[in-house]
């Protein structure tokens, strides 16, 4: 074979003879006189290198398949053997008119042999390219991974940054922690207790949005447990939703300097952008700038952060103590506002403040008080977290419990 011809040529040149000689193999086989047993096994051979070489063609069509350069000389050496085998196997008949077989054992066993050699030297260069290949993949996907990998730690860093960048803004748009008081009421209020609020059709109306009016005024007489109601109201909707925003103020007449409506409102804001997908443009210009917002521009970035929520809820408690002229005058409006801009507000007081009467004339109201089970289920608990009164009952008569429950119920009246 002329050495200018391609490695793919090569191979398509080496496998046309095999294919030939084993045609020619298979004449003999079904029709040769005195053709041996061995006969069958050379024919074997002649396939099985066929399919090598096929699978050889194959791979050669990879422009990257460089190893196999390597089987060319194998190749010149395997045509000149076909080549020779060709002419040998050139159709002889008998005077009977059948064909002769041309060779003997000894001949087949050494053609045997060759092509033997020519299987291991393809096959070797076979496995050398797809480890190469194997390689060659496992270094592509490592590279990959290492693209990857830094493509997520800088996403990671921007991600980390963008954080950091949130935390800081909104930190300073209000330096306090918004959730302190929430976590010590909800670490004091009993398990299972309150669960009567979310039977009401009040309330149920108002987490649907069925009622007419997005605000929902809970009043109740002090001590009938306003406060612990508004956590359980506020872990109750952060649980039903994860899409649902959810913003709280606990109002407290001893901090009435730092329940102003400008830090109500940045109370909120900041626990809302918490959570929402993207941080408000204008937090971030004045905390770049170091420009404080004023109410009405805190009351429409609020508006813009609960476009990220499904729904809004935010739960005010103890409204009554806020400054009528201070706190309320201001706060009150914009609560108003804020429910006829799709927002769901739960507030609680005492009744009796007539500013927040009038203002809630036409909402939708809900009376609060301790509920007998409650009550129950509190004193029996205070019981249980004391082992001395524990003590004590189990001693007298079996339903001395319940005397000390329905006595205790009755002087609660609702507290």
């Not at 196999?68 to 008949?93: D, F």
């Not at 002229?325 to 706060?331: A, P």
Request: with cysteine; aromatic share 8%; glycine share 4%.
């Amino acid at each position: 074979m002329a050495d200018g011809l391609g490695l793919a040529a090569s191979i398509i040149a080496v496998l046309q003879i095999t294919t030939s000689v084993a045609s020619l193999s298979y004449q003999y086989l079904n029709s040769a006189i005195r053709a041996p047993d061995s006969l069958r096994e050379l024919t074997l051979e002649f396939q099985t290198l066929i399919e090598i070489l096929s699978r050889l063609k194959v791979c050669a069509q990879d422009p990257q398949a460089v190893t196999l350069r390597t089987v060319k000389n194998s190749l010149h050496v395997c045509h000149k053997e076909m080549l020779g085998l060709q002419e040998k196997l050139k159709p002889r008949k008998s005077f009977l008119g059948r064909l002769r077989w041309p060779l003997d054992e000894k001949d087949i066993q050494g053609y045997l042999g060759r092509i033997e050699r020519f299987k291991s030297s393809f096959s070797l260069a076979l496995e050398i390219e797809q480890l190469a290949c194997t390689n060659l993949v496992a270094d592509s996907v490592q590279k990959m991974e290492i693209e990857i990998e830094n493509i997520s730690n800088s996403q990671n860093c921007q991600t980390e940054r963008e954080k950091d960048a949130r935390r800081d803004a909104l930190n300073w748009l209000f330096p306090a922690p918004c959730d302190k008081r929430h976590i010590e009421v909800s670490s004091q209020r009993k398990k299972n207790t309150g669960q009567w609020i979310f039977k009401t059709q009040e309330v149920q109306d108002w987490i649907k949005g069925n009622s007419s009016c997005r605000l929902l005024w809970g009043n109740g007489i002090p001590g009938a447990g306003k406060t612990f109601l508004s956590s359980l109201m506020i872990d109750h909707i952060e649980a039903i939703n994860a899409n649902y925003g959810v913003g709280y103020i606990y109002f407290n007449f001893q901090e009435q300097g730092q329940q102003t409506p400008i830090d109500t409102f940045s109370s909120l804001v900041k626990q809302l952008a918490f959570k929402a997908k993207v941080l408000p443009k204008a937090i971030e210009k004045a905390h770049n700038d170091n420009k404080r917002l004023m109410l009405d521009k805190l009351y429409e970035i609020l508006l813009e952060v609960t476009r990220s929520f499904a729904q809004t809820f935010i739960i005010v408690d103890a409204l009554d103590e806020c400054d009528q002229v201070l706190q309320r005058e201001r706060l009150l409006p914009m609560f108003h506002r804020l429910g006829k801009a799709g927002i769901n507000l739960f507030l609680t007081s005492r009744e009796h403040p007539e500013d927040i009467q009038e203002s809630f004339a036409n909402i939708t109201k809900l009376r609060l008080w301790a509920k007998d089970e409650d009550i129950s289920s509190y004193i029996e608990q205070r019981i249980a977290d004391n082992p001395r009164a524990e003590r004590l009952i189990n001693r007298g008569n079996s339903d001395l419990k319940e005397k000390i429950v329905s006595a205790l119920q009755e002087c609660a009246k609702g507290m």
